[in-house]
């Protein structure tokens, strides 16, 4: 289709939405009288309950990663049998929640067979992730495949040359591609929904979203349709849908992992750089994933990439330094702009009560940071639409495409000419000095927060991507992960102005208004434990204690 072609951007819609339908198997079309109905919401139970799916493939797509690697390393499970399994359940994820952009089920399952035929000859894997089936977010460049990053203006420009990751992961490391994951419009809204394939829902409970950008993976993965997959970063792209699902991912710092050649939504916005980075059921397959990243070297083929092996993190002893660690943490209670809903406050207490019995020192990171988040939240969005809006509208006009009401920002933006956007790139760096000085000041060594304001939250009422946001305008290592707590819509009630409650902006009014805890019970609640730039390694060290003081 692209450019050239007369099509408007809606039946370009319609023949993308029938042949993305079209390419499952018939096989793997759920039958009609099986089909859930469309007020039941929580949709993970499918696989186990429906009967559909073989006691083996129900094995093989409930196993974490690691498993998975050792059975394929040892031929007691083959990739063409995994591949299978999971392709059949991500074609189940995708009529259930509209989670896949691209389906590719035969071009894996012949890469599978070729990993087979290589290990049966050889004895060998071709590397750390030989076999196993990983699921890529829309915007992967892969030869041969739409990269459309939600624009109906994409559609039929298929790659020409694969991203860098995407070349290390399968030729290095032996990982099989099945299927590319949805986004919003440009990957530029908080929620996954755009005009070209429609919006993404959430497995655990289909009226609240999955996040965004990359809230196919988040969708696909908590369905068990995938067991590793891989997103992107720019304002909270991948630690949001992680929240939103109850997910493990973490935001690397820009340079560690490669991002070459793949599709943007603003090519050329270098402002704030978009990083890449699993999301996973674990912490150890998340850790397995980078460790296997950094391993294979991405300096040698992405210019970008900084030439650090993966280390042991040097973690602060106690005074006796033998055996325990003890950790300086500073809590953000809120950003200063928004409140937490109640479930998210009530993580963060019950991990400041469990850090401080475990013997950890915990300080109020809120009252040290004043007026930070915000600044840096309102120098994310500058950067975002320092363009104008241009590179969206381009893309827009092309098919007659309509811009999406949640980017509304883009719309009356003004384009900076150079200067004025060198002078922004030194707000930029004094930002960053400022934040810095007041972490080495207060000698923390990490921090923990929300990933967002509320654990969940109903289609279309996301608001507020500061508590992410922030930490790409300073490039930090950051990680969402999993609390255990769990919505409970008796104990976690509004707040009211009777109980002291004042909002702190417009948008925390609107969020607390809206807040809704029937429609959100029994949700996971997810928090984000933030360290340094460049301590990715420290990162999930310390984020194995937290987890381990909480539990």
Known sequence: MGSTNPSTWESISLQKRASLSASIPPEWRIPSHLLPPPSQTDVTIFPKTSGWFTPEELAIT????????????????????????????????????????????????????????????????????????????????????DSTVGFTSHVGDPAKEDALLVEMLRDRLGAVFYVKTNVPTAMMIAETVNNLTGRTV??????????????GESALIAFGGSVLGVGTDIGGSLRIPAACTGLFTIRPSFGRFPTGCCRSGMPGQEAVHSVNGPLATSLDDLEYYCKSVVDAEPWTTDPKCMPIPWRQPDLP???SGKTATKLKVGIIWH?????????????LQIAKEKLLAAGHEVID???????????????????????????VAWELERTGEPLRPEMAPFANAEELGSYAMWK????????????????????????????????AVENGTFRHVGYTGVFNVLDYSSISFPTGVVVDKDID????????????????????????????HGMPVSLQLTAKRLEEEKAIAMCRIVMHAMA
Not at 202 to 215: A, F, V
Not at 335 to 347: F, H, Q
Not at 365 to 391: E, P, S, Y
Not at 425 to 449: I, W
């Open 365 to 391: 990171w809120t009252k040290i940071i004043g007026d930070a988040h915000k600044v840096g939240a309102i120098l994310l969005m500058r950067m975002f639409v320092a363009d104008g809006g241009k590179a």
């Open 335 to 347: 950003d200063n702009v928004v409140l937490p809903t109640p479930p998210v406050t009530r993580a």
């Open 493 to 520: 009630r509004p707040l009211k102005a009777s109980d002291g409650y004042t909002p702190l902006s417009s948008t925390c009014a609107a969020i607390h208004n809206e807040y809704n805890p029937e429609a959100i």
């Open 317 to 319: 002893q106690t005074a």
């Open 202 to 215: 959430n497995p655990k409970n289909r009226r609240l979203t999955s996040g965004g950008s990359s809230g």
């Open 424 to 455: 922004l790139h030194l707000e930029r760096s004094a930002f960053q000095k400022r934040y810095l000085d007041l972490m080495r000041t207060a000698g923390v060594d990490v921090l923990l927060g929300p990933t967002m304001p509320f654990a």
């Open 62 to 145: 409930s196993s974490s990663a690691a498993s998975l690697l050792s059975d394929l390393a040892s031929g007691k499970l083959t990739s063409v049998a995994v591949t299978t399994a999971f392709c059949k359940r991500a074609a189940a994820a995708h009529q259930l929640t509209n989670c896949l952009s691209e389906i590719f089920f035969d071009r894996a399952l012949a890469t599978a067979a070729k990993l087979d035929d290589h290990l049966a000859r050889t004895g060998k894997t071709v590397g750390s992730l030989h076999g196993l089936p990983v699921s890529l977010k829309d915007n992967f460049n892969l030869i041969g495949v």
